[in-house]
């Protein structure tokens, strides 16, 4: 049998599935086959380092130098855990290279166990065998593609032979433009020409040279499912790598370096410029004052644009808070078919509440109803005087709002409403950003598209050559070579430069032989002196990734 995970399945004549289950065996041949050595004596601040690299002949060999103060957990995985374990296994596996430690009856029966308590298989037999049917849910993808379906406001419209054409339009003012006639289903294809970053899409429908009105879904929103992580992923037991030994920079070098060459904190910053505002409107009703004591922040014109794409149709606002978070309840009497001109601006004892606590609704930086509000009796109409007046209300569906924050801080309202008869009886704030008033014609949807990332190559910050700046070099990532070019032995030399501030060093190497073993480290002993004092560090555990 190969190395690694396999799949047993017991089948009779008739194609029936009697018993199945994962088997490990244990790999043949595992040996330290990639070697890597610092050849330097001495880790100082700014200075170039070499690390010595040896592995098989023809081998492919990816390197990774980190700070490893930085480094907050061990990471357990490596080329050979990844290919001949985790790739077959579905969920978290405590300390995976405990089963790769030795081929022993422990880690046999050990690994065995591992084999019967994960539940994911890579290759579905039953859809092997043809019991089950594969159905294609999105074409396949050999560039950039816009599809998804029309879907009719009610059973009369038609959606087959509809025409649906799109514009696209980026920031530089370049724009792409197509239309297509759906299938008898209604779905469409668009291929998209080479682009990158963010567009703006305008989409419209017609049939018959009309304009109609049809929920127009995209599909792009293949996001997976939000769990809840396990509890040893969250509590691992692994600890910061990080050698016992203690570095402090000498204070004679630390005043050698300029002012505007450091990080200084300082206690207490005056800020007398003022910003600029185009418009009072602008500075009145901007979000970083609903955002200052607020917890929560709900994007809402995301989820009302993957909503659009599921064809759906869009909920109210106190319906879709409802169903997101279970600290609102109650009766929705401000939104939706509810919302009348009478319930502007105003107080109501009953209606919609979060946590038990009325709620004072705030819409643009302005007061406009409060609901649930303790010790009053419902809204009676002409008898109940507004609090303040104000063109704004409640939006009608979440198709009309941008962001929601929600503060549970004491009395946030006040800030936005003088009420002191309510003063002190622990509102909830809620605050509503609404879109820009921007007329939809009929048959028309905007939306956007996000084409290919803007490709960005991996730069080396400070270079081994040319001018040095000491003591502001903070990178992580030390040095980075997702292809190291062995020569005709499997060696070779990687030169890099140390940072501002390492000490000691974490480093990653994996990668895979000409036949497709893969290559991995498991123990080495460097010396590396620091200051003045020398350290011995003899586990890789402790002074770089396996």
């Known amino acids: 049998m190969p190395d690694g995970c396999s799949q047993l399945t017991l089948i009779n004549h008739e194609g029936d599935i009697l018993c199945s289950r994962m088997v490990f065996n244990y790999p043949r041949g595992m040996s330290d086959n990639v070697h890597v050595s610092i050849a330097d004596s001495t880790i100082w601040p700014d200075k170039e380092m070499t690390l010595d690299i040896r592995a098989e002949r023809q081998a492919s060999v990816s390197l990774a130098v980190c700070d490893a103060e930085t480094q907050l957990a061990a990471e357990n995985h490596n080329a050979a855990t990844w290919y ?5 296994l579905r969920g978290y596996i405590h300390n995976p290279e405990y089963y790769l430690e030795a081929d022993d009856e422990e880690h046999r029966r050990a690994a065995d166990l591992l084999m019967l308590v994960q539940g994911w298989r890579k290759y579905d037999v039953e859809r092997v065998l043809g019991n089950t049917q594969w159905k294609k849910t999105f074409p396949v993808e050999q560039g950039l593609l816009i599809d998804g379906q029309l879907k009719a406001y009610n059973k009369r419209s038609k959606v087959a032979g509809a025409n649906l054409k799109i514009d696209l339009f980026s920031s530089l003012g370049s724009r792409l433009s197509g239309d297509v006639t759906t299938d008898s289903t209604g779905f469409y294809v668009f291929t998209v020409p080479d682009c990158a970053g963010n567009w703006d899409m305008s989409m419209h429908t017609t049939l018959n040279d009309k304009d109609r009105r049809y929920y127009i879904t995209v599909n792009r929103n293949f996001s997976p499912k939000v769990g809840t992580p396990s509890w040893q992923s969250m509590n691992d037991d692994a600890r910061q790598i990080i050698p016992d030994f203690h570095f402090t920079l000498d204070k004679a070098y630390v005043d050698s370096i300029p002012m505007d060459l450091r990080a200084h904190w300082l206690d207490h910053v005056d800020v007398n410029a003022k910003r600029i505002w185009k418009n009072p409107r602008e500075f009145w009703e901007r979000e970083s004052s609903g955002a200052k004591y ?5 994007d809402m014109a995301k989820a009302g644009d993957m909503l659009a794409d599921e064809g759906k149709e869009a909920p109210t606002l106190v319906e879709w808070l409802k169903a997101k978070n279970p600290l609102v309840e109650g009766f929705d009497n401000i939104t939706g078919e509810y919302r009348a001109s ?6 109501y004892g009953d209606g919609p509440s979060y946590g038990g606590r009325g709620i004072m609704w705030i819409v643009n930086n302005w007061f406009v109803c409060g609901t649930s509000l303790t010790g009053r009796a419902p809204k009676s109409g002409s008898n109940d005087r507004p609090l303040a007046a104000t063109n704004y209300h409640i939006p009608y569906d ?4 941008k962001s929601v924050y929600i503060s549970t801080a004491s009395d946030d309202w006040k800030r936005f409403i003088a009420a002191p008869q309510f003063e002190g009886r622990d509102y909830v704030t809620i605050f509503v950003y609404t879109k820009p008033e921007v007329p939809m014609p009929k048959g028309y949807r905007h939306t956007t598209f996000q084409a290919y990332n803007i ?3 991996y730069q080396q910050m400070m270079q081994l050559t040319g001018a040095d700046i000491d003591g502001s070099d903070y990178r992580r990532t030390l040095c980075w070579k997702p292809n ?4 005709h032995d499997g060696k070779a030399s990687v030169k890099f430069k140390n940072n501002s501030t390492t000490r000691h060093l974490t480093v990653s190497v994996a990668g895979f032989t000409r036949d497709g073993k893969p290559l991995f480290k498991k123990k080495l002993t460097c010396h590396a ?4 004092g020398m350290c011995d560090i003899h586990d890789l555990q402790r002074m770089t990734r396996r």
């Open 294 to 298: 607020a917890s929560i922040r709900y």
């Open 529 to 532: 002196r620091v200051g003045n």
């Open 484 to 487: 190291v070019e062995l020569d």
């Open 342 to 347: 009478s319930a502007y601006h105003s107080l």
């Open 455 to 457: 490709k960005e190559d």
């Open 84 to 88: 001949l374990l985790s790739s077959d």
């Open 398 to 401: 979440i198709s009309e709002v």
